[in-house]
Structures are given as structure tokens and as C-alpha cells.
């Protein structure tokens, strides 16, 4: 313990970890004929660069909050919930529900309400899984997996056949009412009498994505639940000790699990697309994982993690738009910067610790 | 400078986003001109690669599928000087060309092929993801047959509900297997990747295979029976080099929008009763004589 | 439901399951050893790329399984330096192998050929030639144009009749399930088979299973044994990779003709659901791989289930295997224990 | 073999020593578990090594055992020196060790616990069934049988702890490490084992033994070292000292090794238990029928082999009945009758209706051990309304709440924010005692608390034990130390084959006659059988 100050650990580590998921990007990107120098130009001005990247950025982040927050609190009770995918898949299905259903005048009125769908369906996609695992011991990874596979085919046959407009080609729900709009962050910096990030699909949901994390870290490090989830996850033994129930804590966490990730539907099918898509979490789900785990299970570190993979998925889609790399190189990047930061950052650490305790010894 | 966006599936899809690409191509070749292109890279960005062309001055902007419908519907509006193509879909603005395939023409002449070339009597479809689009495809393709032989059995089946429906050749040649040991002899793949399973099985098993979209028939000669060539490459070149004129075109057999591809590797395959019977069914279709339903204007199919 | 109709069935799960077969041993070594493993996916997939690719500039499928090896074991490279070395998180370590696989097999296909991360059909025609005439004219200065043509005219496994398999189709059902069902399969297929009772023979018959296992239960007895902990967790994790190897290549030589970017298609994560579902354990790997296998071969040949009233839309019978997995894992299978130490990595010094 | 079979003559005093350390450090991260530390151990000889939680006897071992590496200082064997890089040289120099926590493989049979690592070839075959052979006469030679055949997690811990020393023997060490052997043993095992040591010292083996029981040290040692806070502070003859010195050079200053107590005053019946059976999830009937009460006031102590329900009923009582297990029998408490199933059947139910624990295992059940020791304080009791309002805790309550408890029962280092897994057994015991005692239980349940503690931890536990008592609350003590059950209860149970033996006073019984009972032997047989050997 102490071999290095905490500032070190939590700033240096990843930072070097980057550079170094960089610096092998780069490689591959000259080993296939391009410049490395005007990809990463391109990637941090599309991303980074105006108020436009940014918003996609931020759009794009707010999906990963949601689902790595969901990924994350499941993690705590030791529970490696794979299913994101199927549960913001179907988080998506209870926002189209709520929307084209019930007569909402306002979106301030359609928010909470479509929050409300959306988590439900989200919980209610991992509630079986929860209770497979809890009361029959069934994997959670399988029937996560599975789960998600099921998903799939219910919204592809639901879209298909039951929401799909007559005549329409495109298996899609209706468009959402108008009045049900979210508002954009650029309708709302407008209204404040300046332009930002114009045309970008950046909505309330950002906010509700931050606000979430804060309640999640409130639930997890400060909540007596969550002192039962965390407790649980490190040992069921000392949890049965101490009069916590295995059931009630896998079925809860996996339930808010399920919800976070509904809620995801918030923003990629009430704010931005405002309908329902086949395929409309194209992999946030699995992405969850990856900022789940790189943020430490913390939800500050979600967070950054999220802004990153936002970052990256902006920058790399720009770089595909607008140069000839193959958008493939982006999936490499990720790849190697989830490898670094997350699975490689004792590689920067053991020498970085090694430093500080040669420094202390000399200093003291 | 004219531009063309690719969607998801991206430009090399074996499909109809290689088919549009290759329109493109033409389009150099002949011209010696240039132009955008842009592949999707998620749903977010529709309508970002929309506005940012626009913004450019790209113009024409052509787009291939359906998914664009909806986005170009909303942006289209705010740039009245730049004319949209859209393929696939319709859309109605007044600077909106939608170019629409009637792809149940085209697999009518297939399913005809099919039936004639069929010993056993039983032919397959594959299909990808089942979505209204194929259906379209599959509809077809069953009225031809059961015209040309009304007794006839069609097995039919489709490859999965994500998108990995779309790339798994492994899962389609299983399928295209089931269907041979079920006495299929001849298959129509409609299934972008998974179709190159599903040709490969057949020609392994030693049965016909169907082709889509693009001309497959080079892909295993002598075994390829045809391709339902459905002539996005046309669309674009078309866009490219005429302009867009708003509205709605139909790319239909008449048009050459779709066809059934006959070429030195298939040849030896299309028997001169065959290829009357094609003509025939050609000519009727272009007179009106025999009417394709489409599935999408009533989500139903008259034959099975 | 007729003898053939159940034969045939037999014979697509066959081979269904087989790369499922291959992968979920590879999962079980590595896992067995202590180091979790969901980057099964990536290595299939980057081995069905490099085996495609090889054999498709070669024209020679051994070469290409070869290839498909060492693709595969690079990963495991990866996977081992990052989990065991740098005692990593293997899961993160796993999810970036998915990844990595994914993008590099596309970003090397298309810049080898040019055709959007797809590798030429590996059937003799044009498409292939033109790859293969560069090394195929190498070869002749060394072998004469018979030798570089006899060495260059298989890209890609076939299927072999096994002896008597035609003879013995007249005996009822048993002759019949061994023409149809045993015989007619790639050469990795019973490879994949052999596998099974092979690793139950390494696993609980010689001293390396018995230090495999129990690294991946205890690793402190191993060690305080006097054996290196990381010694053996690369082991399992390279055997692993070259597993993955020849499930990648019998997806991409024997199953099919090339490769199709995201080929695997998510049979990575089957394949670990299957581990599970086989508590570990080598037959009931063989079992789980059968089972899905199995019920996706029957989904494939009952694509719309008639049952007079309605029909079962398509929809739900591709989502069939996945539902009957869930209800099977509720009813039948209890609480499946992983190793102890697995996903831990080993430390003796906090 | 050949070692083993040597007739075991004394070396000749010249002999270079078995062991030697020079100037031994390591230090984890910033903690410097052990301070240039020498060491001296003759052969044939039996040399213990005391000292308190954490003075880093098990590092130096360690070391020795080549599983750490030191950072500074030399080791010689047999006069020689040696690098130990890791196990496997130790191993070949003749060393073994039995680590205070097993390193068994618990799904493994004893026989692949033994080959493991020591294996003659690449089949397993002839390696396992040359151990089998080997084993048989290493059982003959040393009274050590296991059935080789069975799995390690069903062995008792005794049981466990023979094969770790068979494999030591089995890879003919000539020096063994034995840390903590006894912990975990009852007093006959302890007895066997310590047969076992002699036998192996008159055969020339030299055996570094590390304890925390002073008799232990006395009774077999011929030499004896002391650490403290990571330096050797004496290195004496056994014969030469005494325990209350050795205690003092351990802990720093002077420790009752007795407990000073009152007689009791027990009140009304706290709890009363009635005819409880249970048949576990397996079909085993582990409780057949036990009848027992405990006053207000007194310390009922339970005395037993582990193994024989006290574990069962401690969780039963506790709330937490194994999962799929059948209960029947009535409990109650103040009068009132226990639920011993369904939702009223949970550890924070009957936690308010009074009951504290402190569970036998603290690592498993009474610790989360990546949780901070102020974390590990309000554990069991984090929804009780002075830690925290509605749904939120109160950190800022918990951790004054903490650092009293830490202050009062002395935990080192004095910091709740250090995880438990970084405190010391000893000090993870008095986190557990300390929340659990000053909840000021009426009814505490305590198993085995002072398993690995040092004797200075010991001392206070059982202070705050009796004190306790005399508050007029009611214990139940279940615990494998007979010298423990003796010198702390008032009232004394042997539990044997899930029954209750019988019941004695302490002042009217002896540890033989416990012994017997434990042993499942009628207290009228025991009355003929006075003179039994050891149960072993
Ligand atoms: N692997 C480790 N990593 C970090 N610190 C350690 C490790 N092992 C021991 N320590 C620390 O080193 C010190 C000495 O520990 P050690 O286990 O040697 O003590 P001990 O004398 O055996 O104590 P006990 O009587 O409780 O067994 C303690 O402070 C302990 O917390
Ligand atoms: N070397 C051996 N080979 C085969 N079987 C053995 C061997 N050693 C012990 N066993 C078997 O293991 C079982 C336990 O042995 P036994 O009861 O003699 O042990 P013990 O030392 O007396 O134990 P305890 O002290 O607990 O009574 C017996 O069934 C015995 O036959
Ligand atoms: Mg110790
Ligand atoms: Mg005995």
C-alpha cells in the first residue's frame, strides 16, 4: 500500500497508458499507408474541435454512462451483467410504448414518463435472469447472453409486425409526437442567447445521464443498500452473516442494472432518433462493459471513461467520414486503448511505483 | 461535386451498397470526375453526414436505404437548393428523388428460372434479417415459381434477428444445406455475406444457387443459375450524371431496373425454353399482363 | 419425422457445433488453468481471417490453418502478457482482444485484397487465381509447375468419406447414421472430436492437468510446489489459442469459403455459455456444444413452425436455441462452480 | 527415502547449524515485515519461533521457503550458502513448510495434493500409485493416516494440516517449517502432532516451529526466538526461560496468561434451546437433538472436535441455517420463540431481538475484508438508525463510531480507514469482537475467538469476555481450545456427533475427561478407561 500518492495512480497511470494505446495506433495506422499525424488531427478536431464534435461526443458519452453505470452496479454484487444490450434494446421499446400511447402535451411531462417506460423494460428484461441466478443458480453471463439473442428477435418481430406504419420499408416504430421532442442542448443554449453545438443530437439526456451518476454513486458508496450490494459481492458468506439476503440483493442490483440501461433508450430513441429503430443500440451495451471496467466500477471513473469512448467514437466516426482510413481503424483504437488503460496499466504502474518508492527512499 | 452515402453495412457489402458503389465507379471512369463519399457509422450520424455534405455543396447527394428515409425527410427541407436521391425508400420533398426497384419483378423471372431449372420440384429462399425489404424480395421470387409451377414446394428461410444476419455465411450455408437435404435444388440467397455461404453450400452440394443484387453469377460458374440483379450502380450513375429530378422513379424491369443476369457463366445453364419463358414473362410484365404484387403495399404475399 | 430427416438434422449439428466444440475447450483449458477467457470471439475470428488469408495466397489450406494457429496465438500472446504477466483484469483484457480481432481482421483485409475485409472465395475460379499467381510462379522456380500446382490446388478442407461408409448404408440406422452422421465431415471436425476425450486424458491423466487444475484452483499450492504459476497459466492460455485457431479455421477452410468480416458471429460467447453450461468439464463440453448444435440445426430446418392455428413467425424460432438454453440451464442444470482462483490473477505480495 | 530411513544419531555439536540467516529484511511496500533479521537453528533440533500478530514470523518463513524473495540478507544450509529464488530450491535443499493457511487444492484428493509438483513423470498413473505406497509407510512411520482417497474439503482441518505435513515428508525434507500448526487443532491432535515432531527430530530432522501457545513452547521446543514488530528481539533456550518472560519479550510488557474472573451470577434463562435437529442439505443429520440453556449472566462454553454441529448450531442461532437444510426443535429467547426458518429466519432479525456474534471463521463471515475497518464496524448493523438517516449512511458517525471501538480494544495500526485485509489476524479479531461486544448483546454467540491471536490479544479478548458476562448477559462459547473453554466458562458442554455428551463445571472435571467426551466416549466408560491413550 502507499507505494505511490494516489494523485500518481489515478492521473499518471491512465495518462501513460494512453499514450502509449497511441503510440501503437499510430503504428498501425502508418503499417497501413496512412499518417498517423493527420489522423489523430482529425479525430481530436472532429471530436474536440467545435461545439459540433462535442455534441456528438457528449451524445454518444451519454449512451456509455448509462450502460456502464448499469454494467457497474451489477458488477458490485458480483454480478458480470452481459445483457446490456438486450435490456437498452428494450429500454427502447417501453419509451416507443409510453410515447405513441399515452397523450403527453409536453416533453417535460414525456421525460419522466418515458424514464419510467424505459427503466421498467429495461429491469423487466434482466428481472428473469436475476431470478434464474439467484433462486436456481443459473449463470448470469448465459442467460444475459441469451437474453440479449432474445431480445433481438422480439424487437425485430414487434417492429416488424406489430409497430412498423402499413406501407412503411423501414422496420420502425412511428415517428414520436412532436410536443414529445426532448429539448436539444443546442435548443437549450440558444434560448440562452448563444449558438452551440447546432444540429447535434446532444439532449437533456446528457444531464439526466450526470444526474445518474451522481445517484448512482450516492446508492453504491453512500446507501445502506449499497453497502449490502458491494458486501454481497465481496463475500455471500459474510453477507448471509450479516443478515443480508442473497436473493433480495442479486434480484435489486440486477433490477437497477436492467433499469440504467433502459434508460439509455432516453437518449438514442427519445432524443435523438424519436422512434425506434431496429438496432438502435448498435453495441452500446457491449461498450458498457469496456467503461465499466476501465472506470474502476466507480461512477466518476464511468464517466471519464464514457467521455473517452465518446471521444473516440466521434473522432473515429469523422476520421471514416472524412479520410480513407477504414472506419476499422477505429475498433482497433478502442481495442488498444481499452487494452492499455484496462488490462495493461500495471505495465505503466510496477515502473512508476518502483519511481516514487526510489524517490521517497532517497527523499526521506 | 455529387456525393454518396453508404449505409451501415458499408460500401463492400456484397449488396446493394456495392452496387451503388460500383455506379459511382462508372461514373469516374467515364467522366474523370470526383466526388464524396461517406460510410455510415452509426444511426446518430444520418443525418450528420447529411447536413455536413449539404453544407459542403455536395449536389447531388445520393443515399443508399431505407434507414435514410426518416432523417432525409426532416433535412431535406432546410437545404432547398440541394437535390437528395434516395434509394429504396420514398420520400416526399420537393428536392427529393426517391428511387424506388420493384424487386418482386426481378425475382418473378427468377422464381421462373428457378422452377424450370428445378428437377425435384422444391427450390429454397434465404433470406437475412427478416424485414419487410426481403420479404419483398421472397414474394416474388414464390409468384414466379408457383406460375411456373404451380405445384411446386418453396422452403424459405431467414438467417437471424441482428445484424450479424447479414454477415454469417457459416449460418447460411447450414441453411442452404438444410434445404438440399429437404430436396431443394435451387436456392435464392438474399442475404448480403450470408449469401456467399449459401452459394458456396450450393455449389458444394451440387445444386443451383440464385444470386442478389449484384451480377454473382462469376462467383462459382456453371453453378450460379442467375443473379437478380437489382441496378443500384444505374440509379447512382444516372443521379451522377443527369441530375435528380424530385419525385419518384421507379426502377422497374421496364426501366432495367432490375433483371435476372445472364452471362458467359451462366449460359450453358439457361435452356432456350428458359429463356423464352423469361421473355415471355418480361414482355407480360411490361404490358401490364401479369401484375407482381408487392408485398409492402399490403404486409401479404398471394402465394406461399 | 422420418430416419433422414433426423439424420440430416444430426449432420448439420454436427457441424454446427464443431467450431462451438473447439472453442468451448479452448475456454476450458484456459479457464481451468484460472485465467477467464471471453476473448474466445476475437481469436476465432482472427484465426478464420489469418487461415482464409493464408490459404487464399497460398491455395494451400494447411498452410492456412498454420496461419490460423499462430493469428490466434498471437492473441493469447496478448491476452497471456496482459492478464498473467501485468496481472491485469482478464475480462477488460478479453473485451480488447474482441475488439482488436474485429477491426485488425478488416483493416488487414482490406489492405491485402482490396475487397472491404472480405478474403477472395477460396473455390478455384478468377477471383482466387489472381491472388494465387504470385506465389504459385515462387513456387515453380523451387517444385516445376507440377509440384507448385499439386501444392497450391487445395485452398480450403474437404469433406472425407470415411471407409465403408458407402457399404454400410444398406444396414438400418446404425449404417445410416455413420454414412450420413460420422462420415462426410472436414478432417477438423474430428479433430474437434478426438479433442474431447484427449483433454479429459490431459486434464486427469497427466501431471500437466493435474498442475493445470490446480493453478486454476489454488494457485499458492502450485507455487509453495515449486512450480511456476505463470509457466502454466501461458501454457493453457497458448493451448487455448491454438484451439481458437482451428475453430477459426474450420469456420472460415471448412465450413465456408473465405472469410466475411464478423464471421464468427457471436459463437465466441456461445461457446463460454456452453462452458458453463459443462461445469468445465471436457464431456460435458461435448454435451453443451451438442445441445446448441443441435437446436439450432432443428430452428434451421423448421423455420416456420406450422401449428395449424398460427405460425411460429421466423423471428422466434432463430431466437428458439437461445429460449431453450434459458429454460434448460433453469431446470436441469444447477449451480455451476468456475475454478476457484479464476479471473484472480496471482499475487503473493499484496 | 534414503533420509528417512537413517537411524536418527544425534549430530555431533560441531556440525554446521541446519539453518543459518544473516541479516534478513523484506519489507511489502512501505510495511517492513521483517528488520535484518538472524536466526540460528541447529540441526536435529526443535526450534519455536513466537512473537505477536503481524511481528512477521510467517514473512520469515517465507523467505526461507523460497516463496519470497528477501530484500536484503543471506541464507546458509547445512553451513552452505544458498539463493532461494523460489520453492522448488528450497525443496531440493531439503526444505519443507507448512504454511499457517493450507495450500491445498480443496477439490483435489490427498494423494493429488501429495504428487502435486513432486510427480515422477508426465503420466500420473505411476506417480500417484508410487505416493500411494510411500504414503502408507510414511503413515506407519509417523502415526500419520489419511485415506488418500478422499477429498481435501471433506477432511477435517486436522486432518488437512497431516497432509500438508506428509507432503513436506513425502518430498524428504529434512528441515521442516511448521507455522501455526496448532491453531487449528484439537488438544489430542495437538498431542499426536507433537508425538509426530519428536519422532522426526530423534530421526535428525530439524523443525522450525512457529506458535502463539507458550505451553506448546515449553512442552517441545529446545530453542526458542522472539520476534517483535519485524526484529528478532531474543534468541534463548527453552530451558533457560520461562512463559512469563517470553511473554513479556513479546508483546513489551507483562501478560496474565490466566483469566481472572468472578464466580458467576446467572439470572433467568436467556435462551433455551429444545430437542433442535437438523439434516443438512446433503441428508446428513448434523444436530440430533440438542437441549441446552444459557443464563443471564454465565458463559456456557461448548467444547468439541470441529465437525460435530457447533458450527450448524452457532449459524442456526445466528439466523443464517444453511441453504436446503430441514430444521425442527424449538428455540426462544427471553421466552419468546425463535423463527428457524422463512423471513423471520435472518441474521439482522436476530441481531434486534439481541443476539451478537462473533463468527468461528472472521475472514469468510465476519469481515468483508476489501472493506475499510470503519466499514467493517457498522457490518450487520449498517440499517440501524445511529449510522445513517433514511436510506444514506452517515460516514462521518461511523467513523467516530469506529475510531472509539479502535481505541478501546487497541487495534493496530489505529487507522479505520486501512482495509481489514491489512490488519493482522489479531487485530482483525478484536474488529469483529469490538463491534460485536459493544452492542451489548443480550445473547452473544462466540466460535473459536482467539484462533491465531497472539497472546496479548488473547488476554484482552477474554477480559471484554467476562466483562460481558459479569454486565449479566448471557454466552455461549463454542471453542476447539480446551484451556480456553476451562479458564472462560461457567458452564461447560461437549458437543459430539451433533448431541450434547454431557454438561460439567469447570472446577469439577478435567481436560482428560472432556477429552473423552469429545471423543464420543460415555462418561461411565471413561469412568474404567481412565487411562486411555491419547484419541488420535
Ligand atoms: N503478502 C503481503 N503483502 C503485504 N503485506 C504483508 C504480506 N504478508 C504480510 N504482510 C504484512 O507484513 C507484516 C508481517 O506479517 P506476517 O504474516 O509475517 O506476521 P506474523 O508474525 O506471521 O503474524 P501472525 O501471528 O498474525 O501470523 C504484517 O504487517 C502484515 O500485514
Ligand atoms: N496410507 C493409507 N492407505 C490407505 N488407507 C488409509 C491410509 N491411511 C489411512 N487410511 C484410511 O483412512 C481412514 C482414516 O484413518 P484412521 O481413522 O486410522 O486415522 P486416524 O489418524 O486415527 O484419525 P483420527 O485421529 O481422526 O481418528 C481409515 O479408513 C483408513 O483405513
Ligand atoms: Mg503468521
Ligand atoms: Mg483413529
Redesign the interface.
Known amino acids: 500500500?502507499?507505494?505511490m500518492p494516489k494523485w500518481a495512480d489515478v492521473i499518471l497511470t491512465p495518462l501513460i497508458s494512453l499514450v502509449l494505446a497511441m503510440a501503437i495506433s499510430a503504428l498501425?495506422i502508418l503499417a497501413?499507408?496512412e499518417s498517423p499525424v493527420e489522423a489523430l488531427t482529425t479525430m481530436i478536431d472532429g471530436a474536440l474541435g467545435s461545439s459540433y464534435g462535442w455534441g456528438?461526443t457528449l451524445?454518444?458519452a451519454t449512451n456509455f454512462i448509462f450502460t456502464g453505470l448499469a454494467v457497474m452496479v451489477a458488477y458490485h454484487a458480483s454480478l458480470?451483467n452481459?445483457g446490456g444490450e438486450g435490456q437498452a434494446a428494450m429500454g427502447g421499446l417501453g419509451v416507443a410504448l409510453v410515447l405513441l400511447s399515452l397523450p403527453l402535451p409536453h416533453w417535460a411531462l414525456a421525460l419522466p414518463a418515458a424514464m419510467i417506460g424505459a427503466a421498467l423494460f429495461g429491469a423487466a428484461w434482466a428481472l428473469?435472469p436475476a431470478l434464474?441466478q439467484a433462486k436456481?443458480?443459473?449463470?448470469i453471463?448465459?442467460?444475459t447472453?441469451?437474453?440479449n439473442?432474445?431480445a433481438?428477435?422480439?424487437?425485430?418481430?414487434i417492429l416488424?409486425?406489430l409497430m412498423?406504419p402499413?406501407?412503411?420499408?423501414?422496420?420502425?416504430s412511428a415517428?414520436f409526437p412532436n410536443e414529445t421532442h426532448l429539448p436539444k442542448l443546442s435548443d437549450m443554449a440558444l434560448s440562452l442567447g448563444f449558438e452551440w453545438g447546432k444540429?447535434?443530437?446532444v439532449n437533456i439526456s446528457f444531464f439526466v445521464a450526470v444526474l445518474a451518476c451522481a445517484l448512482v454513486w450516492?446508492l453504491i458508496w453512500?446507501?445502506?443498500?449499497g453497502?449490502?450490494i458491494?458486501?454481497f459481492g465481496?463475500?455471500e458468506?459474510?453477507a448471509?452473516?450479516?443478515?443480508?439476503?442473497p436473493v433480495r440483493i442479486t434480484v435489486t442490483a440486477m433490477l437497477i442494472s436492467g433499469g440504467l440501461a433502459g434508460l439509455m433508450a432516453i437518449n438514442?430513441v427519445m432524443g435523438?432518433?424519436e422512434?425506434l429503430?431496429?438496432?438502435?443500440v448498435?453495441g452500446a451495451g457491449?461498450i458498457g462493459?469496456?467503461v465499466a471496467?476501465?472506470g474502476r466500477n466507480h461512477p466518476l471513473g464511468v464517466f471519464l471513461a464514457a467521455l473517452l469512448f465518446g471521444f473516440l467514437?466521434q473522432g473515429?466516426?469523422e476520421l471514416?467520414?472524412w479520410t480513407s482510413i477504414?472506419?476499422?481503424?477505429?475498433?482497433?483504437?478502442?481495442?488498444?486503448v481499452?487494452?492499455f488503460t484496462?488490462?495493461?496499466?500495471?505495465?505503466v504502474r510496477?515502473p512508476l511505483e518502483r519511481m516514487f518508492?526510489a524517490m521517497r527512499k532517497r527523499g526521506a | 461535386e455529387p456525393a454518396l452515402i453508404f449505409d451501415l453495412g458499408g460500401k463492400f457489402d456484397k449488396s446493394f451498397n456495392e452496387a451503388a458503389f460500383m455506379g459511382a465507379q462508372r461514373w469516374v471512369e467515364e467522366t474523370g470526375g470526383t466526388y464524396k463519399e461517406l460510410e455510415m457509422q452509426s444511426e446518430a450520424q444520418r443525418e450528420q453526414a447529411l447536413r455536413r455534405l449539404a453544407e459542403t455543396g455536395a449536389n447531388p447527394i445520393v443515399m443508399t436505404g431505407f434507414a435514410f428515409g426518416d432523417v432525409l425527410n426532416q433535412v431535406a427541407p432546410d437545404y432547398p437548393d440541394t437535390q437528395f436521391a434516395i434509394i429504396d425508400m420514398v420520400v416526399e420533398q420537393p428536392n427529393v428523388q426517391s428511387v424506388v426497384f420493384t424487386e418482386e419483378q426481378g425475382s418473378y423471372l427468377a422464381g421462373i428460372m428457378a422452377a424450370m431449372a428445378s428437377q425435384s420440384g422444391t427450390v429454397g429462399f434465404i433470406g437475412g434479417m427478416d424485414i419487410p425489404l426481403i420479404h419483398k424480395f421472397e414474394c416474388g421470387f414464390a409468384q414466379g415459381f408457383k406460375a411456373a409451377k404451380p405445384d411446386g414446394t418453396l422452403l424459405i428461410n431467414y438467417t437471424g434477428t441482428t445484424p450479424a444476419a447479414w454477415n454469417d455465411p457459416v449460418k447460411g450455408g447450414e441453411l442452404a444445406k438444410a434445404q438440399i437435404s429437404q430436396g431443394a435444388d435451387v436456392i435464392y440467397a438474399a442475404a448480403g455475406g450470408t449469401g456467399i455461404g449459401v452459394l458456396q453450400a450450393a455449389a458444394d452440394g451440387g445444386i443451383l444457387s440464385i444470386g442478389v443484387d449484384s451480377n454473382q453469377n462469376h462467383l462459382h460458374p456453371g453453378k450460379v443459375l442467375t443473379s437478380m440483379v437489382k441496378r443500384v450502380d444505374n440509379a447512382v450513375y444516372d443521379a451522377f450524371t443527369n441530375g435528380v429530378e424530385p419525385g419518384v422513379k421507379v426502377m422497374d424491369l421496364k426501366a432495367g431496373g432490375v433483371d435476372v443476369a445472364i452471362d458467359d457463366n451462366n449460359k450453358p445453364l439457361v435452356t432456350p425454353e428458359m429463356q423464352a419463358a423469361v421473355d415471355d414473362a418480361k414482355a407480360k410484365i411490361a404490358s401490364g399482363e401479369i401484375a407482381v404484387h408487392d408485398y409492402m403495399t399490403d404486409n401479404a404475399c398471394p402465394v406461399r | 419425422m422420418d430416419l433422414n430427416t433426423v439424420l440430416q438434422i444430426l449432420d448439420s449439428a454436427v457441424r454446427l457445433m464443431t467450431p462451438l466444440l473447439l472453442a468451448c475447450l479452448a475456454g476450458l483449458y484456459s479457464e481451468r488453468a484460472g485465467v477467464f477467457d471471453i476473448g474466445l470471439e476475437g481469436k476465432m475470428l482472427m484465426a478464420a481471417f489469418s487461415a482464409a488469408t493464408v490459404a487464399a495466397l497460398t491455395g494451400n489450406v494447411w498452410l492456412g490453418a498454420a496461419a490460423g494457429l499462430l493469428g490466434a496465438l498471437m492473441l493469447s500472446a496478448v491476452h497471456g502478457i496482459a492478464s498473467i504477466t501485468f496481472r491485469g483484469n482478464q475480462l477488460i483484457s478479453g473485451v480488447a482482444i474482441n475488439f482488436l480481432a474485429s477491426g485488425l481482421t478488416v483493416l488487414l483485409g482490406q489492405k491485402i485484397f482490396g475487397l472491404g475485409g472480405r478474403t477472395p472465395s477460396l473455390t478455384p475460379g478468377a477471383e482466387l487465381e489472381t491472388q494465387l499467381a504470385p506465389f504459385r510462379a515462387w513456387l515453380t522456380g523451387i517444385t516445376g509447375p507440377d509440384g507448385a500446382a499439386a501444392l497450391t490446388a487445395t485452398p480450403r478442407f474437404g469433406e472425407i468419406t470415411l471407409p465403408l461408409a458407402e457399404a454400410a448404408r444398406g444396414v438400418p440406422v446404425i449404417g445410416s447414421l455413420y454414412a450420413e452422421v460420422v462420415s462426410g465431415h472436414s478432417i477438423l471436425v474430428y479433430v474437434a472430436f478426438a479433442m474431447v476425450p484427449l483433454t479429459w486424458w490431459v486434464l486427469y491423466r497427466t501431471r500437466f492437468g493435474l498442475r493445470l487444475r490446480a493453478v486454476g484452483e489454488n494457485p499458492a499450492s502450485v507455487d509453495t510446489a515449486g512450480v511456476s504459476v505463470t509457466r502454466l497459466r501461458f501454457a493453457a492460455v497458448a493451448i487455448a489459442g491454438l484451439l481458437c485457431g482451428l475453430a477459426g479455421a474450420y469456420l472460415a477452410t471448412g465450413l465456408s469459403a473465405g472469410f466475411v468480416k464478423e464471421m464468427t458471429a457471436g459463437r465466441g460467447f456461445i461457446a463460454l455459455a456452453a462452458l458453463i453450461f459443462a461445469k468445465w468439464r471436457p464431456w460435458g463440453a461435448l454435451g453443451a456444444t451438442f445441445l446448441f448444435g443441435l437446436l439450432e440445426a432443428v430452428a434451421n430446418r423448421y423455420p416456420n413452425l406450422d401449428l395449424g392455428i398460427v405460425t411460429v413467425p421466423s423471428m422466434f424460432m432463430n431466437a428458439l436455441p437461445y429460449i431453450l438454453t434459458v429454460i434448460i440451464l433453469a431446470g436441469f442444470v444447477g449451480r455451476a462452480i468456475p475454478p476457484r482462483a479464476g479471473g484472480e490473477p496471482y499475487v503473493k505480495e499484496r | 527415502m534414503a533420509a528417512m530411513t537413517q537411524s536418527g544419531g544425534r549430530p555431533e555439536t560441531a556440525a554446521p547449524a541446519a539453518i543459518e540467516l544473516r541479516g534478513i529484511s523484506k519489507a511489502f511496500g512501505s510495511v517492513q515485515a521483517n528488520r535484518d533479521i538472524d536466526l540460528r537453528v541447529e540441526r536435529g533440533t526443535i526450534h519455536g519461533i513466537i512473537g505477536e500478530n503481524g511481528a512477521g514470523k510467517s514473512t520469515l518463513m517465507s523467505i526461507l521457503y523460497g516463496f519470497y524473495k528477501p530484500d536484503a540478507g543471506e541464507i546458509l544450509v547445512g553451513g552452505r550458502p544458498l539463493t532461494i529464488t523460489d520453492s522448488q530450491t528450497a525443496i531440493r535443499a531439503g526444505i519443507g513448510m507448512v504454511f499457517q493457511h493450507f495450500k491445498l487444492v480443496q477439490n483435489f484428493t490427498v494423494l493429488e495434493n501429495i504428487v502435486l509438483g513432486a510427480e515422477d513423470g508426465r503420466l500420473l498413473r505411476p506417480s500417484l500409485s508410487k505416493a500411494r505406497g510411500v504414503l502408507r509407510r510414511l503413515a506407519q512411520d509417523y502415526e500419520l493416516n489419511v485415506d488418500p482417497d478422499e477429498v481435501v474439503e471433506n477432511l477435517s482441518v486436522g486432518h488437512q494440516q497431516r497432509v500438508e505435513i506428509l507432503k513436506a515428508l513425502y518430498r524428504q525434507a529434512d528441515i521442516l517449517i511448521l507455522d501455526e500448526p496448532t491453531g487449528v487443532l484439537t488438544p489430542a491432535e495437538a498431542d499426536h502432532l507433537f508425538r509426530i515432531l519428536e519422532g522426526l527430530r530423534a530421526e535428525g530432522k530439524t523443525i522450525i516451529l512457529i506458535t502463539h501457545k507458550l505451553r506448546e513452547i515449553m512442552e517441545i521446543t529446545d530453542t526458542v526466538s522472539v520476534m517483535r514488530r519485524g526484529e528478532m528481539v531474543a534468541s534463548v533456550r527453552t530451558a533457560d526461560t520461562s512463559p512469563e518472560q517470553l511473554a513479556e519479550l513479546m508483546v513489551g510488557r507483562k501478560v496474565l496468561l490466566n483469566v481472572q474472573k468472578a464466580p458467576a451470577t446467572p439470572g433467568k434463562p436467556v435462551l433455551e434451546i429444545r430437542n433442535l435437529r437438523m439434516v443438512d442439505a446433503a441428508g446428513v443429520e448434523r444436530l440430533r437433538g440438542i437441549d441446552l440453556d444459557i443464563r443471564a449472566g454465565e458463559i456456557l462454553g461448548i467444547a468439541g472436535v470441529s465437525g460435530n454441529g457447533q458450527t450448524q448450531l452457532l449459524e442456526i442461532l445466528g439466523g443464517y441455517p444453511e441453504k436446503g437444510s430441514t430444521l425442527s426443535g424449538e428455540v426462544r429467547m427471553n421466552g419468546v420463540p425463535l423463527p428457524l426458518a422463512g423471513a423471520g429466519c435472518n441474521a439482522a432479525e436476530r441481531r434486534r431481538e439481541g443476539i451478537g456474534h462473533i463468527p468461528e471463521d472472521r475472514q469468510a463471515e465476519g469481515l468483508i475484508m476489501d472493506f475499510s475497518a470503519w466499514e467493517n464496524v457498522a457490518f450487520g448493523y449498517h440499517d440501524r438508525p445511529e449510522y445513517g438517516r433514511g436510506p444514506l449512511l452517515d460516514q462521518a458517525a461511523i467513523r467516530a463510531d469506529a475510531e472509539g471501538k479502535i481505541r478501546r480494544f487497541d487495534v493496530r495500526p489505529p487507522n479505520p480507514g486501512l482495509a481489514a485485509r491489512n490488519f493482522s489476524g489479531g487485530n482483525q479479531q478484536k474488529i469483529v469482537v469490538a463491534r460485536e461486544i459493544e452492542r451489548n448483546p443480550d445473547l452473544l454467540l462466540i466460535g473459536q475467538p482467539t484462533r491465531g491471536v497472539d497472546i496479548g490479544a488473547i488476554e484482552f479478548i477474554h477480559k471484554r469476555i467476562v466483562e460481558l458476562r459479569d454486565a449479566g448477559k448471557a454466552i455461549l462459547l463454542v471453542s476447539v481450545e480446551l484451556d480456553e473453554i476451562m479458564s472462560l466458562a461457567d458452564r461447560i458442554a461437549v458437543m459430539f456427533d451433533g448431541r450434547i455428551m454431557g454438561e460439567r463445571l469447570p472446577g469439577d472435571t478435567t481436560t482428560g475427561e472432556l477429552g473423552l467426551l469429545m471423543a464420543g466416549v460415555d462418561a461411565n466408560a471413561a469412568l474404567q478407561t481412565q487411562d486411555l491413550p491419547r484419541v488420535s
Open positions: 500500500m502507499n507505494k498501425v497501413i499507408g456528438f451524445y454518444y458480470f452481459i428473469i434464474l436456481r443458480g443459473s449463470h453471463v448465459i442467460t447472453i441469451m437474453f439473442f432474445i433481438a428477435a422480439a424487437l425485430n418481430y416488424v409486425n412498423r402499413v406501407g412503411s420499408m423501414d422496420p420502425a415517428r444540429n447535434t443530437p450516492l453512500r446507501g445502506r443498500l453497502f449490502e458491494r458486501a465481496k463475500s458468506p459474510a448471509l452473516y450479516a443478515g443480508i439476503n438514442n435523438e432518433a422512434r429503430v431496429l438496432n438502435a448498435e457491449f462493459i469496456a471496467l476501465m467514437y473515429g466516426g471514416a467520414l477504414p472506419r476499422e481503424l477505429i475498433i482497433v483504437i478502442q481495442a488498444l481499452i487494452l484496462g488490462a495493461l496499466d500495471n505495465m510496477m518508492l
